[in-house]
Nanobody, 125 residues
Framework: QVQLVESGGGSVQAGGSLRLHCAASGYTYSSYYMGWFRQAPGKEREGVAY????????YYADSVKGRFTISRDNSKNTLYLQMNSLEPEDTAMYSC??????????????????WGQGTQVTVSS
């Protein structure tokens, strides 16, 4: 049974940092492309960051470039998102997702096979 479980969310003030974790199980984690997505109230889910199976390639949404860093530890089946210089606009539910293959944009939700339930991030001004 495939499971993606996020943790590390919380409430912080603007300028603060958080590190999200995504623990994967039930599939060959090291072979999958991984992504972080977020959804704010009243808005569509959007891609935040992507990492290739070996970790060599990463992509970021323009809104988080230079502030967020995606990484993975294949020995621990865990995905991370280090978020620095957080802004109120970063407030959202953050979810991780796994894709077995890609034939399009990294932020296309349809590419991803598995999704976690999400962890809430709230940034106050």
């Amino acid at each position: 049974q495939v499971q993606l479980v996020e943790s590390g969310g919380g409430s912080v003030q603007a300028g603060g940092s958080l590190r999200l974790h995504c623990a994967a199980s039930g599939y060959t984690y090291s072979s999958y492309y991984m992504g972080w997505f977020r959804q704010a109230p009243g808005k569509e889910r959007e891609g935040v960051a992507y990492i290739s199976p070996g970790g060599s390639f990463t992509y970021y949404a323009d809104s988080v470039k230079g502030r967020f860093t995606i990484s993975r530890d294949n020995s621990k089946n865990t995905l991370y998102l280090q978020m620095n210089s957080l802004e109120p606009e970063d407030t959202a539910m953050y979810s991780c997702a796994a894709a077995s293959r890609f034939q399009g944009r990294w932020d296309d939700l349809r590419q991803y096979n598995y999704w976690g339930q999400g962890t809430q991030v709230t940034v106050s001004s």
